[in-house]
């Protein structure tokens, strides 16, 4: 589905990627892990379109269309979909309106029919109720004032909404407590299907052993410099980054 | 006003009035205000516009925008909100021609 050929990506002059490849197939999920400042945001955020963000050489694929060669709302309307590590809030923006607008444009980019605004309520009020969030939130300010917990929800709340097909989490465990951990991760395997691909970018083994990843990439100073499966993040946890062959 | 949190043994009836009481004001400004009709068996909350609000451009926006949302977020237990009015537009254009509009 995703497909990342030799990625050169660089911010502010600095080289960040160095040549990265690998593929994510419908129906896996993939963690992606690395040290920091290994490159792992600057990926999530080229892929999603971040203008900071500037690909110098090789090519990112989307159901075989250029990735790079779209605009954001462009990937999003293709199925992509980022959840931020630092989501930014948006006074003045309800959590509602901001949801129905995004939902509607997808639809409308689709030539679907708009979910009209009862519909949509029903329909956050259901997800809401599933990430255990008080409905009243959705008439507040995105993100504003929220806690870290309350803003990874917000992110997850997005992505059941909208239903991508290609999922990029970055650092989605960082700053939740054990039981939010537990909710986002219901969140993530509930869209776990075989015509969706999901990426979780993470340091933890912690959140892997609530989403069971199929494979897992290492991300150390702009490549990859090892793959393998879901014992790889056990060995990781115990061995650390220091071992790269 | 978190109207389902702070009120949690008001009856469906009563939380919606609270609600509606909280917007009131500001239809008011407009000249107009709204009741409610009734709510039915399967939840769907049945408005009327009144006053100004009749005929305006922008009742359904309110409605579907502003009331439906409000409500819906508010109380958990609505599944619509729907306005009622079946009364002739108020704002029709004045029978006697306007003095620009003599041709």
Same mark, same amino acid.
């Given at each position: 589905m995703l497909v990342v050929t030799n990625l050169h990506a660089k911010s502010q002059e600095a080289d960040i990627l160095k040549g990265v490849s690998f593929s994510l197939k419908a129906g896996t999920v993939t963690a992606l892990m690395g040290p920091n400042g290994s490159g792992k945001s600057t990926l999530a955020n080229l892929l999603a379109g971040h203008p900071a963000y500037v690909a110098t050489s090789g090519t990112v694929s989307l159901d075989k269309k250029? *990735?790079?060669?779209?605009k954001p709302e462009e990937r999003a309307q293709a199925g992509l979909f980022l959840a931020f590590q630092y989501p930014a809030s948006l006074p003045g923006v309800s959590v509602s309106h901001f949801i129905r607008q995004a939902l509607n444009a997808q639809e409308k980019s689709r030539g679907e029919e708009i979910t009209g605004v009862a519909p949509f309520i029903r329909l956050l009020r259901t997800h809401m109720k599933t990430l255990d969030i008080?409905?009243?939130?959705?008439?507040?300010?995105?993100?504003?004032?929220?806690s870290g917990g309350e803003k990874k929800r917000m992110e997850m709340l997005q992505m059941l909404v909208l239903q991508p097909k290609c999922i990029i989490l970055d650092e989605?465990?960082?700053? *939740?407590d054990i039981d939010a951990i537990k909710v986002v991760a219901a969140a993530v395997n509930s869209l776990r299907t075989k015509e969706r691909a999901i990426l979780v970018i993470t340091h933890y083994q912690r959140l892997l052993e609530h989403i069971k990843p199929d494979n897992i990439l290492v991300l150390q100073d702009g490549q990859i410099t090892r793959t393998g499966g879901p014992e790889l993040a056990t060995d990781l946890e115990r061995e650390g980054y220091g071992r790269t062959s | 006003m978190l109207v389902s949190l702070y009120m949690?043994?008001?009856?469906l009836e009563q939380k919606i009035q609270e609600t509606i009481a909280e917007v009131q004001p500001m239809l008011g400004l407009h000249g107009g205000s709204i009741e409610v009709v009734r709510i039915t068996p399967d939840r769907v909350v049945e408005l009327r516009f009144k006053g100004t609000c009749?005929?305006?451009?922008a009742a359904n926006y309110t409605l579907e925008y502003g009331l439906k949302e409000m409500l819906m977020i508010k109380i958990d237990e609505i599944e619509d909100v729907i306005a009622v009015n079946d009364e002739p537009?108020?704002?029709?254009?004045?029978a006697i021609p306007l003095p620009y509009q003599t041709a």
């Open positions: 250029d *990735l790079l060669e779209m008080p409905t009243s939130f959705a008439e507040r300010s995105l993100n504003d004032g929220f989605i465990d960082s700053g *939740l | 949690p043994t008001l009856t009749i005929g305006c451009a537009v108020t704002h029709e254009a004045p």
